[in-house]
């Protein structure tokens, strides 16, 4: 099946530095690659998503980079606040007949220092 | 207001007690799917459903059963708990399959299982 690591498992930052998520996917035909933000105590959201045939998308702060070659999408947050602090999952699906699948990261979790 | 209904938010229990952890959602999504949350692991998938009578494994399906004989219902269902299924577990659905849809996610149900 397929498998998605995450890196780093933990980031400490000062408020207005830039921030940096990194997933690697083994399937190579998966297709959509989404990134889900938790607060504490809170349930996952969605932040920003990206498809295969986008190699970048960015809204405001957040910006999601994918390299269909080398398998691996990360997410990118300039400008960091307090705020920004929470785990974030990446996830990818499983193309071909996995479809239902939607297999997430292990989780980073992110601290923004005032 | 649009959303996805856990029940119950907290329960501890023994080991082979049966239990099932209900989830709703008013949307009128094809797609469920029900994950557990575990420190370092991330969101694990359990299983998913695609549509009506229509269910599947997902990466750690042992241990659990689900049902969906209606569009808006998808129970999880342990039939004997034991400890390795203490978790945190989400219910989660979507318009369409995951592969080009935001997840809506439930608010999460702890579980303990003594």
């Known amino acids: 099946g397929e498998n998605v690591e995450q890196h780093p498992s933990t980031l400490s930052v000062q408020e207005g530095d830039s921030a940096v998520i990194k997933c690697t996917y083994s399937?190579?035909?998966?297709?959509?690659f989404p990134w889900y933000k938790q607060e504490l105590g809170k349930r996952p959201q969605l932040i920003i998503d990206i498809r295969s045939n986008v190699g970048e998308k960015k809204d405001q702060r957040i910006a999601v980079t994918l390299n269909k070659t080398a398998k691996h999408f990360s997410l990118h947050i300039t400008e960091t606040q307090p705020e920004d602090s929470a785990v974030y999952f990446c996830?990818?699906?499983?193309?071909?007949?996995?479809?239902?699948?939607?297999?997430f990261g292990q989780g980073t979790i992110l601290t923004v220092h005032p | 207001e649009a959303q996805v209904t856990q029940n119950p938010r907290y329960l501890i229990t023994v080991t082979g007690k049966k239990l099932t952890v209900t989830c709703s959602q008013n949307m009128n999504h094809e797609y469920m799917s029900w994950y557990r949350q575990d420190p370092g692991l991330g969101l694990r998938q359990i299983y998913y459903?695609?549509?009506?009578?229509?269910?599947d494994k997902g990466d750690v399906p042992e241990g659990y059963k689900v049902s969906r004989k209606e569009k808006r219902n998808f129970p999880l269902i342990l039939e004997s708990p034991s400890p390795n299924q203490t978790s945190l577990y989400f219910c989660?659905?979507?318009?369409?399959?995951?592969?080009?849809?935001?997840?809506?996610f439930g608010a999460g149900s702890r579980l303990t299982v003594l």
């Open positions: 996830a990818t699906n499983a193309g071909g007949t996995s479809y239902g699948k939607l297999t």
């Open positions: 459903s695609m549509n009506v009578e229509v269910t």
């Open positions: 399937d190579s035909a998966s297709n959509y």
């Open positions: 989660a659905s979507s318009l369409a399959g995951p592969g080009a849809n935001v997840l809506t």
